[in-house]
């Protein structure tokens, strides 16, 4: 949603705040797929990089949240770090550290088992961000325009 208003002073919270809504409908999809998902019989991969991918998409959007001025691939970046950041930290153990984890917010947030390939999930996950933010940029332009 970069640069769809460069003249608009409200055009940065249009975009935070059409973000903050992908992000709270990504946010529900991740939590449906971690709670529903084996129950409704997906396979484990699934719920698993599913849930990854959407952690990372979530990243990214509330990202663009914060600092909506940024280009998409700037907030990709930033995203990606926090996402390789937070992946290596479950390989640091620190009994508070490792008592979150057991959490159920520890899990969502962190995770608990470090493994390379969540970081493939999380730069899908990344990927599906820019797309979706792209998609509702090209959607916020067709309606302002009519």
């Known amino acids: 949603m970069h640069g769809a208003q460069p003249d608009n002073p409200t055009a940065p919270l249009r975009t935070s705040l059409v973000r903050a809504g992908l992000a709270l409908v990504v946010i529900a999809c991740g939590l449906s797929l971690r709670w529903h998902g084996f129950p409704l019989g997906l396979p484990a991969f699934v719920v698993k990089y599913g849930g990854s991918l959407l952690w990372a998409t979530m990243v990214f959007l509330l990202v663009g949240v914060f600092v909506p001025r940024l280009s998409r691939m700037q907030i990709a970046a930033i995203a990606a ?53 792209r998609l509702a940029e090209t959607r916020s332009l067709v309606h302002s325009a009519s």
């Open 81 to 133: 770090a926090v996402a390789i950041v937070v992946e290596f930290s479950r390989l640091v153990h620190m009994p508070w550290l490792d008592a979150f984890r057991l959490t159920t917010a520890g899990a969502l947030l962190l995770g608990r088992i470090f493994s390379l390939w969540n970081l493939v999930a999380y730069a899908a996950g990344i990927a599906f961000g820019i797309w979706i933010d």
